[in-house]
């Protein structure tokens, strides 16, 4: 009688994987090798990365199409900016931020986590502009005027530069992480199984509602972090545009053009939206007609996004059964 | 008379104006194996879900293990025992089929690690799905998915199972088969419910038959009882089965 | 009065929203695309009707009538050409190709109009500002009646259409199962390209009301995006009254609410949204919950 | 270059970088850009001589999408990736100020336009009565006491009750009007019937025009967005409410915003930061206000617009403080040198340290009046007063709104 | 008698999958076929590739002379194929009426309506303006029957007949696919229930792995035939 086993590492990954601490490590060393141009895209870059990985994570492995993450990259943005004004290191204050995005995300999981599909995808949008709202009518957050970040000005640029680059790059590999053994864990086939068929998964003991709000905390702590760091990047918020929708609308193509529900995809998608914006960036309205018609050639050309092409794991989430 | 594993009492459901169930009493020993049998539309599978939890009975109450479990939600019971396949299947199409038994050995029956992965090696070799462990559940024929369903079932760990219409389909020996993997379970102590309209399939396996009729049951006991019945035979069978 | 005023207001104006979301809810009924670029397809529609207005000095209301048509040709190229491929690879996909599409609609106007923004309201005579009376604080605006009027009237005639006419008939049944339609005769890919064909020339229409109610310019499309999602869930999705009263329900919250403070109006509508989300049954006329 | 530590050596190229919004919602105000930018460079071909050294000037422009955080990513890049020298920034607080806060964090000189002057000091943190927390970033614009000072010129022209419905909407304009134009205006005998802020984007405005109704004001002033003023001003003639005074900011800017009104466009009161009749000169270009006008409007065979001043301006700026600097690459001394500067531009001359505050040049702003066209075009702008700035000549009596 | 299908040489994919190997046989007109076979055979992915809902990657299906591989599947059912799908696949959200009617739309000519479904399934006529998605298993596989009559079709396909019928359900199919349709269509069935299939088909079919094991008229089988044939020990080509 042949005896059967359960494999999750592939021969790649085997390799793959520890190559990936090993990039981290180097990445780390960028500031003090490279220009402050290089450190400033790869900051952006990270955030990107972040914001696709958590997207994914909701969409693709826990079906939640939210149209509402910007809500907590507003409010990581806000409650640092909030946070520095109150005198804490504006670093602290940025890690404090995405802790706070997160709590503000359990009570509006109450609500949105309700719904289903379409009313999930429009409600999660709602919540986001009703922040922005809020936002808008408090005086003391700057109102619709929007407010500046003070803060960091007391570090001189390049150091302020780099801070940020080490917040962002140890934020992102702490989200990679965080998804990467979440989805290995038994939770992850749980929300997959969520995602596919709920009442399903509730008949085989699954925990529908704690798993979704724990992918959503998550990911709302991830937006938050992601806002913080933007507002250090850019210094000036808005509340109509760090509670904007394009947020969402970038989330999308990055994932999407990457490949959802795969753990790659979304870092190859976010490389691509960064190039693609970097390089077009100065043909003004062709450069968004381009964008868009990438992101149509996409969803025609490659629909499962570019890394459901390459099915090659380097980080395998999956389960297999092999012959022993 | 010692509480029975698992018991609906004065069970009613309805949907809107339809009555489906009408003040059901039905009780499951442990250990036992009771087939359920009726016209299409009686009420069997509306019962198995207030049984399972899916649906809320209108009135009436469902006891688990000397519990009452009515108020309990359908991942709770599961996780207390009642495992349940659908008549329909419900794959997790995007995931392989190892994983959606694997759900079942980690969630339902709370395993974990090599604990939970023996399980599934165990189960998909009962349900003969080894050969299909790694594709993906969506690409399954109609069978598989039947089989996938026992099998998900079966990784919960239940006390009580809980059974519609996974027999439907199958070739002689394939219900033979399958025949046997039952007996095997009832015979490990597991208690079974079981919904069929091959009749012949299931009194290879039930020491009691129950048969509905519009939301009533209209006859218990043993399946040769039963099946002489004469509202038995009108109701359902329409003819006698030998 | 004025509250009664308010109300008045804001019911025309939830006839727009209505009309607005007509589209979107019978695409997502249909196809269950999300479609992102509805906005900048009324948009679109608005600014052929300002081109036609323009060329031939026709006024906007009988412009409307060849454009309609070209709307509808539209649509179904885009439907065939761009969404009906994409929808093959699942409910996602369609929403990257229609954020595609929104960009390069957008810009592409840009290019073509420059950023100027513009009206159907001075061509179309002293309608825009017409009114009926009643007393001095209670005024019901000719243009808001003509509105609520037409949302009615293509919402209710779509709902007809879809529940009593075969044609409609086949709408849903597509719209529930594409492959299973096929094995009963139904041309899944034609079914879906009349649906987009529909909710192109009805965006299109709405954006001509936009554009004479207020001004657009090529960036205007998102504005009002949200408003008409709303009224496609508060009603329940999928059913064409429900958007109607959804409409009115958000177009009178925002001007009730903006009767106790004007920055409330439109915190308002999005309160009622989630309050009727958070209600046990998520929808005013919800037939069935959301997919 | 590169890491922390390192810095950039010296180069006999001078790099201007250049922000505004030429797609999104205030694509509007880059319209002129293009063709600013083609004069400017024009102007610049040669080089500029400071302190007898002869520098090449390169000009690269940049797109803000009108979104703040785009407008924060290309500054960083025109820095850090161009190596810019010196930045300037047009239209919005959308665009301007993240571009400017991008300049102040990096410590590259910034010169910026069309924000109404409160709005990107204070907006961006600084603090009444404090001494200036910007060291890099330098602007020039109107704000609210020149409104003040050109409404109150501008209104006593027609006879009213002195009452001004206003409609402000809670944004950055909105904002710096309600807190410092409104008390103004009630110091110069005013009464101000305010309903409240208002969201950018809302669709209906009766409750506004209730309260303007019952109030009789037959003043009305707004500082709203295109869209928002085109709802507001049809459902007010829906309603029945007719100031004798309309007098709108922001919207109206451009003549299609005003064509866009139709009939109830003609006799709306406006503001303008400068038009073909300015009798001053682009120093850079050469160019008479009225030149300018025209060029444009040959170029494209569209009206003037009004951004045409205060874009050349800052070209202007540029020019000058790049020659006024002792070492033009050194960016501490360009700001220095931008901090007592006086140049000649076609909105004016324009010289710091003169206050309000440290880094910025109020501007004037007449007010005037949008009347049927006589020529070339559909409408016309005619100047009704010149409190801010009398060498510009006035052409008319303002009209009531009929 | 001429073949109203022939099916010539036929291959079909799911992926990497050879799921149907070249199988050809053929169907005359009024023949009542049962195709049988073991769990994944490909007897489901044959009667789709036939109703053109699953795309042959090779061979040919050609109905009354005419080659209709290439044809999409709506155009199919106008050619008179009708599948009633595995699984039963009705339009949840309509009324069992209305997915009678949607069928009924595009029929061709001939004898069927709602009428005449409802007399052959009584238990449909209370439940007429029921959504389909709150039919039980039973009343679905009855209504997906009836739907695929509504289109008059001249070939029959129909996939596990039977399956969540009770016994007096399952009578009655048979008792219609044996009078009524007798004469009016032909007929290709997937049943497992072998006494059932050998008493109603004129044909058995056997599929072992994508290949047509067996191929004789049902009066000349005997069950321990075909029990054989599923498992390959006789007729499994080398
Ligand atoms: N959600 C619902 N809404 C309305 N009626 C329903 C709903 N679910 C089930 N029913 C009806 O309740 C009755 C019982 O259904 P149930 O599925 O329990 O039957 P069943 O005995 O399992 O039949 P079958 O043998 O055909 O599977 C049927 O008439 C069915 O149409
Ligand atoms: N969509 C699909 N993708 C991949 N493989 C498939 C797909 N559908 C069916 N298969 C495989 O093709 C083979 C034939 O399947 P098919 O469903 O035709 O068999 P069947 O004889 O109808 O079996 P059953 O009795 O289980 O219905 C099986 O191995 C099945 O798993
Ligand atoms: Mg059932
Ligand atoms: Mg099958």
Redesign the interface.
């Known amino acids: 009688m042949t005896t059967y086993a359960v494999r999750r590492w592939t021969a790649v990954s085997r390799i793959s994987a520890p190559l990936l601490v090993v990039l981290v490590l180097v990445l780390a060393a960028v500031?003090?090798?490279?220009?402050?141009?290089v450190v400033?895209?790869l900051t952006?870059l990270f955030i990107l990365v972040i914001l696709a990985a958590m997207w994914n994570t909701l969409a693709g492995y826990g079906g939640m199409v939210s149209v509402g993450q910007q809500a907590y990259i507003g409010i990581g943005a806000y409650a640092t900016v909030l946070l520095a004004r109150e005198g804490i290191m504006p670093y602290l204050a940025m890690v404090l931020a995405a802790l706070i995005a997160t709590v503000i995300a359990l009570p509006t999981s109450l609500l949105v986590l309700r719904l289903r599909g379409g009313q999930f995808a429009i409600g999660t949008w709602v919540v986001a502009e009703t922040f922005a709202?809020l936002v808008?009518?408090n005086?003391t957050l700057?109102?619709?005027?929007?407010?500046?970040?003070?803060g960091?000005?007391s570090f001189a640029?390049?150091?302020?530069r780099?801070y940020t680059y080490w917040l962002a790059l140890a934020f992102m590999a702490l989200m990679l992480a965080v998804v990467f053994v979440l989805l290995r864990s038994r939770t992850g086939p749980a929300l997959q199984a969520i995602r596919d068929d709920e009442e399903a998964a509730a008949s085989l003991g699954v925990k529908v509602l704690p798993s979704k709000r724990l992918l959503f905390l998550i990911a709302a702590f991830g937006c938050g972090a992601a806002g913080a760091l933007?507002v250090a990047?850019?210094?000036?918020?808005?509340p109509?545009?760090?509670f904007?929708v394009?947020w969402t609308a970038y989330m999308l193509f990055m994932v999407l053009v990457g490949g959802i529900g795969t753990f790659e995809g979304p870092i190859i998608g976010a490389i691509v939206f960064f190039v693609v914006q970097?390089v077009f960036?100065?043909y003004?309205?062709w450069?968004?007609i381009g964008l868009g018609a990438v992101a149509i050639l996409f969803a025609l050309v490659v629909p499962r996004g570019l890394w459901g092409v390459v099915r090659v794991r380097l980080l395998p989430l999956g389960h297999r059964l092999v012959r022993k | 008379m010692p509480e029975p594993l698992i018991s609906s009492v004065k069970v009613s459901k309805r949907f809107g104006e339809l009555a489906v169930l009408q003040d059901v009493d039905f009780a499951v020993g442990a250990g036992e194996a009771v087939g359920v049998v009726g016209p299409n539309g009686a009420g069997k599978t509306t019962l198995l879900s207030v049984l399972a939890g899916t649906l809320r009975p209108n009135e009436g109450t469902v006891r688990f293990q000397a519990e009452d479990v009515t108020r309990l939600r359908a991942d709770r019971r599961c996780r207390k025992g009642i495992a349940r396949a659908y008549q329909i299947p419900r794959p997790f199409d995007g995931m392989t089929v190892l994983e959606n038994v694997l759900v079942g050995a980690t969630h339902g029956a709370g395993l974990r690690g090599q604990a939970a992965y023996q399980r599934c090696i165990e189960v998909l070799g009962e349900c003969a799905l080894t050969e299909v462990a790694n594709r993906r559940a969506e690409s399954l024929g109609l069978l598989h998915r039947k089989r996938m369903e026992l099998a998900r079932a079966l990784a919960t760990g239940p006390s009580v199972l809980l059974l519609d219409e996974i027999g439907g389909g199958l070739t002689d020996a394939e219900a033979a088969e399958l025949v046997a993997t039952i007996r095997g379970l009832h015979g490990s102590g597991v208690a079974i419910v079981w919904i069929e309209h091959i009749v012949h399939v299931l009194v290879q396996v039930v020491q009691r038959l129950v048969c509905m009729n519009a939301g009533q049951i209209i006859a218990d006991g043993a399946p040769s009882d039963v099946l002489q019945d004469a509202s038995v035979i009108d109701a359902y069978l329409g003819r006698r089965v030998a | 009065m004025?509250w009664v005023?308010?109300v008045v207001?804001?019911i025309a104006?939830g006839g727009?929203y209505a009309l607005l979301a007509c589209g979107l809810s019978l695409m997502f009924g249909v196809m269950r695309i999300i479609n992102l670029a509805h906005g900048d397809l009324a948009i679109l529609g608005a600014f052929v009707v300002w081109f036609v207005v323009d060329q031939w000095h026709l006024p906007p209301f009988v412009a409307i009538l060849p454009v309609l048509p070209v709307m509808l040709v539209l649509g179904y190229l885009l439907q065939m050409t761009l969404l009906g491929r994409s929808l093959r690879a699942g409910q996602l996909v369609p929403l990257l190709t229609t954020f595609g599409l929104a960009i390069v609609i957008q810009?592409a106007l840009?290019q073509i109009f420059?950023?100027?923004?513009?009206?159907l309201?001075?061509?179309a005579g002293s309608i825009?500002?017409?009114?009926w009376?009643i007393t001095?604080?209670l005024?019901i605006?000719?243009?808001g009646v003509l509105g609520l009027a037409v949302a009615v009237a293509v919402l209710g005639g779509l709902q007809l259409f879809l529940r009593r006419s075969s044609l409609g008939r086949e709408m849903r049944a597509t719209a529930q199962d594409p492959d299973t339609a096929a094995l009963v005769g139904v041309n899944a890919k034609a079914v879906y390209a009349r649906a987009t064909a529909l909710a192109v020339a009805i965006a299109a229409l709405a954006g001509a009301f936009f554009a004479l109610?207020?001004?657009?310019?090529?960036?205007?499309g998102p504005?009002?995006l949200i408003?008409a999602f709303e009224a496609v869930v508060i009603g329940g999705f999928g059913s064409l009254w429900g958007t109607l009263l959804g409409g009115i329900a958000l177009?009178v919250a925002?001007?009730v609410g903006?009767?106790i403070?004007?920055?409330y109006?439109?915190?308002a509508g999005h309160i009622v949204f989630l309050a009727v989300l958070a209600s046990p049954r998520g929808g005013l006329l919800a037939a069935r919950s959301a997919p | 270059?590169?890491?922390?530590?390192?810095s950039g050596g010296g180069s006999t190229k001078l790099t201007i970088g250049f922000v505004s919004p030429?797609?999104?919602?205030a694509?509007?105000f880059?319209?002129p850009d293009g063709w600013v930018l083609d004069q400017a460079r024009k102007a610049l071909a040669n080089g500029l001589q400071v302190a007898g050294k002869s520098y090449a000037v390169e000009v690269v422009d940049?797109?803000s999408?009108?979104?703040?955080?785009r407008?924060?990513?290309?500054a960083?890049?025109l820095i850090?990736?161009n190596g810019v020298d010196l930045m300037l920034a047009t239209s919005t607080?959308?665009t301007v100020?993240?571009v400017?806060?991008?300049c102040?964090?990096?410590?590259v000189p910034c010169i910026s336009s069309v924000v109404p002057w409160e709005?990107w000091y204070f907006?961006?943190?600084a603090k009444e009565g404090q001494p200036s927390?910007f060291k890099f970033t330098y602007h020039f614009c109107f704000g609210t006491e020149q409104f003040h000072k050109s409404y109150t010129s501008l209104w006593p022209q027609v006879p009213t009750n002195k009452k001004v419905g206003v409609m402000w909407?809670?944004?950055?304009d909105?904002?710096?009007v309600r807190k410092s134009l409104g008390p103004l205006l009630t110091q110069s005998g005013y009464t101000i019937v305010d309903?409240?802020?208002?969201?950018?984007?809302?669709?209906?405005?009766?409750?506004?025009i209730?309260q303007f109704?019952a109030e009789n004001c037959e003043i009305f002033n707004t500082f709203p967005l295109?869209?928002?003023f085109?709802?507001f001003w049809?459902?007010a003639?829906?309603?029945?409410y007719k100031p004798k005074i309309a007098q709108i900011a922001k919207t109206g800017l451009?003549s299609?915003?005003i064509?866009?009104?139709?009939?109830?466009?003609i006799g709306l009161a406006g503001a303008t930061y400068w038009a073909p009749t300015w009798p001053y000169k682009s120093s850079l270009t050469g160019l008479t206000s009225q030149q300018l006008g025209d060029g444009y409007s040959n170029a494209l065979n569209k009206q003037w617009n009004q951004q045409l001043g205060p874009s050349v301006a800052l070209f202007d700026v540029a020019a000058a403080a790049l020659k006024a600097a002792p070492d033009p690459k050194n960016k501490t001394a360009l700001a220095k040198a931008i901090s007592t500067l006086t140049v000649d531009t076609p909105v004016g001359t324009l010289a710091w340290g003169k206050g309000p505050v440290p880094n910025v040049v109020a501007t004037p702003i007449l007010a005037g009046q949008w009347r049927k066209g006589t020529g070339r075009f559909p409408l016309e702008y005619v100047i009704c007063e010149n409190a801010n700035d009398p060498n510009v000549p006035v052409a008319s009596r303002l009209q009531p709104y009929a | 008698m001429s073949a109203l299908l022939s099916v010539e040489e036929l291959d079909v994919h799911h992926g990497l999958l050879h799921a149907v190997r070249a199988v050809s046989f053929e169907v005359t007109e009024g023949e009542r076929v049962a195709l049988v076979g073991a769990n994944g055979a490909g007897k489901t992915t044959l009667l789709r590739a036939i109703a053109g809902a699953q795309r042959a990657s090779g061979g040919r299906v050609v109905l009354d002379g005419e080659v209709i591989t290439d044809l999409p599947t709506h155009q199919r059912v106008r050619t008179g194929i009708a599948l009633v799908p595995e699984g039963r696949r009705l339009f949840p959200d309509l009324t069992v009426e209305e997915n009678l009617l949607v069928a009924g739309r595009r029929r061709r000519d001939g004898p069927w309506n709602v009428d005449g479904v409802l007399e052959i399934f009584p238990m449909l006529t209370k439940l007429r303006a029921r959504r389909a998605s709150t039919l039980s298993g039973g009343e679905q596989q009855a209504t997906a029957i009836g739907r695929a009559l509504m289109t008059n079709p001249r070939l029959l396909l129909l996939d596990e007949v039977s399956l969540g019928l009770a016994p007096l359900a399952v009578d009655a199919v048979y008792e219609c696919l044996g009078s009524v349709l007798g004469h009016a269509a032909t007929v290709l069935l997937v049943e497992q229930d072998l006494a059932r299939a050998l008493a109603v088909a004129d044909r058995v079919i056997c599929l072992l792995e994508g290949r047509i094991v067996l191929d004789l008229p049902a009066a000349e089988v005997s069950r321990e035939q075909v029990t054989e044939a599923y498992f390959g020990i006789r007729g499994r080509p080398a």
Do not use: C, H, W
Request: a negative charge; charged letters at 15%; hydrophobic letters at 25%.
């Open positions: 500031p003090y090798g490279m220009s402050g141009y400033q895209q952006s709202l808008t009518l005086q700057g109102g619709g005027t929007g407010t500046s970040l003070l960091l000005n640029p390049d150091y302020r780099a933007t990047n850019s210094l000036y918020i808005q109509q545009s760090i904007g394009q970097n960036a100065d003004g309205a450069y968004l | 004025t005023n308010a207001q804001g104006l727009m810009n840009l420059s950023p100027d923004v513009r009206s309201g001075p061509y825009v500002t017409a009114s009376q001095g604080d005024t605006p000719v243009l109610r207020s001004t657009f310019d090529p960036a205007s504005t009002q408003f177009g925002q001007a903006a009767q403070d004007p920055q109006a439109i915190l | 270059s590169g890491g922390l530590g390192g030429r797609t999104g919602g694509a509007g880059g319209e940049k797109d999408q009108s979104n703040p955080q407008s924060a990513q290309v960083n890049d850090n990736s607080p959308e100020n993240p400017s806060d991008a102040e964090a990096a410590g709005a907006g961006r943190g927390p909407p809670n944004d950055a909105g904002n710096a309903p409240g802020a208002y969201t950018d984007g809302t669709n209906d405005f009766s409750a506004q209730a109704k295109p869209p928002d085109a709802t049809r459902q003639a829906q309603q029945g451009f299609s915003q064509e866009a009104q139709g009939q109830l466009g």
